[in-house]
């Protein structure tokens, strides 16, 4: 995979100052989140993702998925394995991915009333990152969150930092960005009372950031917009079974698509949790002594019975510097998930040999819950 040359970086920034000129980070819309002013209510929302063959840098797979607003019912799916022209570069995502995408989204263009995409807007060098491309070439409204911040206008991760520690006390809270010479250009947000970790959201074409905020409050049942954790997932899971098919095993995950599920759990669970003391008796019985010892340094499991979902870090201690050499030289295994399986195995709870991680504390977890009780031999958890 080649990186363009001097000439081709110039041909795109002109085509991105032309785009950016037909930009309406304004509502420009048919439709209200709620049905408001004689408007018809939102009830389609969008979303795309790419996961990539981490052996092939030019091999990936794209999804594009519907949802129904606001009950987030997948209602339609397009997965494909794509060929990538270039490789990643700042600012220049979308000649990357637009080509890929945007056809995708074009066929139902009609049945959708916006899309959500995995990056940015007006928050951007030239002020047309991926979400402004490809609304203006489809004249759709459109508008990017991001888990990472683009430096942009003197808008640094610092300032998105100091924004969430002052600001963002719960889920569903947000704070504007603003540029030292071109005013507001997205905010940082805060999707569950859980998330450690602020989003950032920006306009891309033909919708506001107030009703991109309105938009995300009913549907960030985890720290990412579930269009776009939808698409992922389906994503990577296209990738696993693609690569399971040929025979070359599943691929270990990175850690930006591990935090897209796993930084807080459901938050209609975590809504409704109750903090209660952590059993260690009980964990170690589940992970091993030396396994136990590790996860409890690194805050493991999540407090309360609700959740049963793993901290980040407690994701990443199978790639941590403690581990064995001769496991951590092995991608795509972990002691800790094996050991997770003999136990699950032990106490004849189906296991898949395709199960993630997460899933399978998640199963060990409700076992343990159950068992406390007193319903174990009838406990399924899926």
Known sequence: MERPDHQIRQEWEKEQRLLCGKIKNYDDIDWDVDGLNGKKKLTRVGGVDISFFKEDPKRAVATFVVLEYPSM??????????????????????????????????????????????????????????????????????FGVSKKTLFVDGITKTTVQEAAQKHLKKGGDWHPLTGKTR??????????????????????????????????????????????????????QAVRDILRREGKGVQEESESEIDSESENAHTHTQKNKQTQPNNTGTNTQLLGANAHTRMQRYHTFTQGGGGGSLSVEAQRIHRSATMPATL??????????????????????????????????????GYLRASQNGDAHTHTHT
């Open 328 to 365: 951590r030289a092995n991608p795509g295994t972990s002691w800790v998930t094996s050991d997770i399986k003999a136990w699950l195995a032990g106490r004849n709870i189906p296991v898949s040999p395709y199960d993630r991680h997460l899933d399978l504390v998640e199963r060990a977890l």
């Open 183 to 236: 005013g507001v250009l997205a905010c940082a947000y805060r999707a569950t009372d859980e998330a450690s970790q602020p989003l950032i959201v920006s306009p891309g074409h033909r919708v506001s950031l107030e009703t991109c905020v309105r938009i995300l409050k009913p549907i960030c049942h985890y720290r990412v917009p579930e269009p776009t954790r939808q698409a992922d997932k389906r994503s990577r």
């Open 73 to 142: 019912k997948v209602v339609y799916e397009d997965t494909q394995e794509v060929t990538l022209e270039f490789p990643y570069i700042s600012g220049f995502l979308a000649f990357r991915e637009a080509p890929i995408l945007a056809p995708m989204i074009e066929k139902m263009k009609k049945e959708v009333q916006v899309v959500i995409v995995d990056g940015n807007g007006i928050l951007h060098p030239r002020g047309c990152g991926l979400a402004c491309h490809m609304g203006v070439q489809l004249d759709i409204p459109m």
